[in-house]
């Protein structure tokens, strides 16, 4: 079983609607989440980090996080072509390590 | 702004030559920092933790010998791939953790071609 999972995609999403992500991953000892935006040809940058069980707020974007259910997911409220891009999911583990998930890559359409 | 940079950005080379890739912290001292590689198409993978002042810590899997990191200052550390061939071409990446925080900041990646 892989560490970190994620639905690959695409998942395509019309303009203005809500683009959901999930992520499973099966380390329980960590406490820290990430999501992170990934632009065909160029690096991560971080959108939204999460500790707490519950929801995280910041813009359009919303993580949701349920420790007991090792789940945490990404909703992208009213979305824009220009969220159209590879969402990775993360957790640090032991050392400040970052695990990435493989990605969802999201395709909104005008 | 930007507060890591890679260069160079992009490069090819002959199979079996050296190629060195440097990433600096322009805003922050950086204690540690992390290499990552991705091929086409995958999500990143960790080969090493630079730890400033000492040897790096290698992923299972990576050849030490092969993906040579020197961590020497606070703000600068260089990989190089040694005798490099057309299977590791691939997009490699520096982050680091700045001091007091929970985040990772990663430079914008480096496409190795070897012919």
């Known amino acids: 079983q892989k560490e970190v999972e994620q639905n690959s995609g695409p998942l395509s999403v019309p303009e203005g609607a809500i683009a959901s992500l999930n992520c499973t991953y099966s380390d329980r000892v960590s406490q820290s989440f990430f999501w992170y935006r990934q632009y065909s040809g160029k690096s991560p940058e971080l959108i939204m980090s999460i500790y707490s069980n519950g929801d995280k707020e910041d813009g359009r974007f919303t993580a949701q996080l349920n420790k007991a259910s090792q789940y945490v997911s990404l909703l992208i409220r009213d979305s824009q072509p220009s969220d159209s891009a590879t969402y990775l999911c993360a957790f640090k583990a032991a050392g400040n390590k970052l695990t990435f998930g493989g990605g969802t890559r999201v395709l909104v359409k005008p | 702004g930007a507060v890591v940079s890679q260069h160079p950005s992009r490069v090819i080379c002959k199979s079996g030559t050296s190629v060195k890739i440097e990433c600096r912290s322009l805003?922050?001292?950086?204690?540690?920092m992390f290499w990552y590689r991705q091929f086409p198409k995958q999500s990143l993978m960790l080969m090493a933790t630079s730890n400033e002042g000492s040897k790096a810590t290698y992923e299972q899997g990576v050849e030490k010998d092969k993906f040579l990191i020197n961590h020497a200052s606070l703000t600068l550390s260089t990989l190089t791939v040694t005798s490099a061939h057309p299977e590791d071409s691939s997009f490699y990446i520096c982050?680091?953790?700045?001091?007091?925080?929970?985040?990772?900041?990663f430079g914008p990646g480096t496409r190795l071609t070897v012919l």
């Open positions: 982050s680091f953790i700045a001091a007091h925080t929970d985040t990772q900041y």
């Open positions: 805003d922050f001292q950086a204690t540690t």
